[in-house]
């Protein structure tokens, strides 16, 4: 049985951003298929007492208190040099027009 | 279809309030409006990998209260999920959000709607949620002012992961009235609970509107329009009513109106679509596997609910029902932090409300608006206000003495029973001074008295101006009145 299209595939690539040919379509949405198959295989654990969770690690209420680390001019430099492009102290995008 | 039918517009909020943390949601980058681009970021700002995210818990105890003041139902587990979209003023191509399970849901507050010539009323507005969420950083469009023209865009990330709590609203808002009175009232909870400053020209208080009509209250919702881009309350009242009135033109055209968004532009005054791309946001939510839930205990939840002050609606109810002013009087009082600190401390002072809130909402309140300055800037302080009130009463100064000092006592301040001492302004209130200033004038105008006592009974005001002009308006009014009537009817 077939749990996902070549269309489903598209779809998804589009809105990750990836740009995939024909071919690799073909590849993934086999691929893709056989990790559902392999989630069909573990929702046959009989889960019905066990509430659900998000994480493998039950963590709850981690926070830091409300203070201000300043940062420095070397550290801001940094870290618009690593961008692939920069303008003075910003950095520098293609033109986008919104579609959020 | 006739143009006689009735459209009712069906309403919706979707508020952003900046928390006003120290530092940033996630990580210990300052918050601060205004800096040099790129000068509050670091390596979570950015969302470098291998960092990681963690809850600021001052952000977490802003959004329970907040939550707490609207009603709110606060969850027992919470938690963050990530909404992907790709736009550079999102460094990480999500925003740490809350999808499915929100700090708070299914809340309320009541919102007084005063409008000109109208009848003021109370409506109860539900809300949905609140929510936690971080902030995006702002794009710059270079090369040329319109975003049309532009070959690139720069970015400045010092806004990216401010804190913000987003607070939905019940589709429950009727007119553009009705929607800027709830907006500001959401600004006036969040500023008397001091978690956010709600300035709408910088930004800490951003509205979006969601709109539709329909022919009845019974009808099913029409189709819904989304409006950006207001930046005052009435933006977002005449905003609401330029759509309410272009989509009950549109129905009764027969134009199709189409489920966007809409840009409210100021300066034309109309909305006009962002002709965005129609299903292109398909956020993928999913729980961001870097943040653990939020799980508030009863105990936290009722140590923080002690710490909330008393809020606007409560104290408007209060002003009404113990203190026994108007409903406007309560409602312009109430209206700003600073004015009622400054009332209550007048009353606390021992002020009669009623009087305290005349000379408030009057001669203070144009000094205080024509110099720019707040209340709690204002150098004639409450206590000194209350002085000034009871000496009135007390018969130690006339109204119109109060008011020839009142300059004094507002750019400099100080005790009105000493400038009164000080300038020997205080009220002629013994009958024999009184009596022979009368003599005197009355003496002085026989012509005058002839003609009272022929009949020109308005001459009274004469004779009494005549007093207050020798005294310099120090004569005790009543006592003078009472004095001079014996004289000449005698």
Known sequence: MTKITEEDVRKVARLARLQLVDSEIETYTRQIEKILDYVDHLQKVNTKDIPPTTRAVEVVNKTRE??????????????????????????????IISES | MSSKTHW????????HVQLNTQSKIFTAASTT???????????????????????????LEYSVKAAMA????????????????FYPDLPKNYQISQYDEPIAEEGWIEVEVA??????????IGIERLHMEEDAGKLVHAG??????????????NRAGVALAEIVSKPDLRTGREAAEYASEIRRIMRYLGVSDGNMQEGSLRCDVNISVRQGPNEPFGTKVEIKNMNSFSAIQKACEYEIQRQIKAYEEGEPILQETRLWDESKQFTKSMRSKEGASDYRYFPDPDLGPIEISIEQKEAWRKELPELPAQKRNRYREELGLSQYDARVLTEELAVTNYFEAAVLADADPKTAS??????LAAYVNSNKMTFAELPFSPESLAEMVQMIEGGKISGKIAKEILPELLSKGGSPKNIVEERGLGMISDPDTITSLIDEILNNHPEEVNAFKGGKKKLQGFFVGQLMKKTGGKADPKLSNQILNEKLNK
């Open chain 1, 66 to 95: 409300d203070n201000v680390q300043v940062s420095s001019s070397r550290d801001r430099e940094e870290l618009l040099e690593l961008a692939p492009q920069r303008e003075a102290d910003f950095f520098r995008v293609p033109k």
């Open chain 2, 8 to 15: 009712e517009a069906v309403i919706g909020l979707e508020t």
């Open chain 2, 33 to 59: 409006f205004g800096d040099d681009p790129n000068t509050h970021i670091d390596p979570v700002v950015c969302g470098l990998p291998g960092t990681l995210p963690v809850l600021n818990q001052k952000v």
């Open chain 2, 70 to 85: 609207l009603n709110l139902n606060i969850a027992s587990h919470s938690k963050f999920d990530r909404k992907q979209y």
């Open chain 2, 115 to 124: 409008e000109k010539g109208k009848e003021t009323y109370i409506k109860k």
């Open chain 2, 144 to 157: 040329s002012d319109r975003l049309d023209g532009s070959t690139h865009s720069l970015v400045d990330y």
């Open chain 2, 358 to 363: 005349n000379w408030i909402t009057g001669d």
